[in-house]
């Protein structure tokens, strides 16, 4: 059975500061992971997906990598800024059927001014 | 712009009555579409995968007679809460699947309140 895990829970940072968001998945079997950002009470918002084929994407200040051998992703935030403030989840897909997303518990992210 | 829209966006009933929420794709059709539920400081947790022309495909736990889902087209799913209690009081999410790389893109959430 498929865990996804995120850590750390919560992180607070100072304005300006690079930050590194971890998750981890225990079947290394996966399709694409993809990293989602949710704002209280709010939807989620796509980020970016990686393909299993692939070793990483970028988007702006937003760099994510895969390992899928070792079953790690990390999310890089660059410079952060407080409108960066929000619970990031990373999901994984085992194929390509289907659809099912299998989510970590989330990092809640509070940037300080 | 959004892809995705529900409605409404938060609900309040009583104990004993049915809500139903929609989930629209706006951008483009969706032949699969996706119930995930969240409770407060939790993840989310997939109810069920909605299929156009066919019947929901429920993950286990989930009471299919009491979430009925209904996908009646390529751009609408909906999700009926039936005789709702409290403890169905949660953040509800759609979500929908675009082809090729299987990308998913999410609807901004219905919050139930069940009184």
């Known amino acids: 059975k498929q865990e996804v895990t995120q850590i750390p829970a919560a992180l607070s940072v100072p304005e300006g500061e690079n930050l590194v968001l971890n998750c981890s998945f225990t079947?290394?079997?996966?399709?694409?992971l993809q990293w989602f950002r949710q704002d209280p009470g709010k939807g989620l918002t796509s980020l970016l997906l990686?393909?299993?084929?692939?070793r990483e994407q970028t988007s702006g200040r937003l760099n994510a990598s895969l390992d899928k051998s070792s079953g790690r992703s990390t999310l890089y935030i660059a410079a952060s800024q407080p409108g960066d403030s929000a619970t990031y989840l990373c999901a994984v897909r085992r194929d390509n059927q289907g659809g099912k997303l299998i989510f970590g518990q989330g990092t809640e992210l509070s940037v300080k001014p | 712009g959004a892809v995705v829209s529900q409605h409404p966006s938060w609900v309040i009933c009583k104990s004993g009555t049915s809500v139903k929420i929609e989930c629209r794709s706006l951008d483009f059709q969706a032949t699969t579409m996706f119930w995930y539920r969240q409770f407060p400081k939790q993840s989310l947790m997939l109810m069920a995968t909605?299929?156009?022309?066919?019947?929901?495909?429920?993950e286990q736990g989930v009471e299919k007679d009491k979430f009925l889902i209904n996908h009646a087209s390529l751009t609408l799913s909906t999700l009926t809460v039936t005789s709702a209690h409290p403890e169905d009081s949660s953040f509800y999410i759609c979500s929908v699947q675009r082809g090729g790389v299987r990308e998913q893109y999410f609807g901004p959430g219905t919050r139930l309140t069940v009184t």
């Open positions: 079947d290394s079997a996966i399709y694409n």
């Open positions: 909605s299929n156009e022309g066919s019947k929901a495909t429920y």
């Open positions: 990686i393909q299993s084929s692939q």
